[in-house]
């Protein structure tokens, strides 16, 4: 009877293992970060610095309607 509980119990662990192994794991990203900002005769600069990718990014919006963001220039960190 010892064996049979044992037995059992070592299965039951086991796929309680396997079952936690196979859950799904949300993949966590840190977001950019603002590193500076600039602005000028109504067009603003902001200077962006993605830490996952090591990218810098540079986007201004300018006096067009709907405040338009454009991040063109990106660059990346060795």
Same mark, same amino acid.
């Given at each position: 009877?010892?064996?049979?509980?044992?037995?059992?119990?070592?299965?039951?662990?086991?796929?309680?293992?396997?079952?936690?192994?196979?859950?799904?794991?949300?993949?966590?990203?840190?977001?950019?970060?603002?590193?500076?900002?600039?602005?000028?005769? $109504?067009? +603003?600069?902001?200077?962006?610095? /993605?830490?996952?990718? @090591? =990218?810098?990014?540079?986007?201004?919006? $300018?006096? +067009?309607?709907?405040?338009?963001? /454009?991040?063109?220039? @990106? =660059?990346?960190?060795?």
């Amino acid at each position: 009877m010892t064996k049979i509980a044992a037995f059992v119990l070592i299965a039951v662990l086991a796929g309680y293992g396997f079952h936690a192994l196979a859950q799904v794991r949300p993949e966590v990203r840190q977001s950019v970060t603002p590193i500076g900002t600039s602005s000028s005769n $109504g067009i +603003s600069f902001v200077w962006l610095y /993605e830490p996952t990718e @090591r =990218t810098v990014y540079a986007c201004r919006t $300018g006096h +067009s309607g709907g405040d338009a963001v /454009e991040c063109k220039a @990106r =660059t990346k960190l060795p």
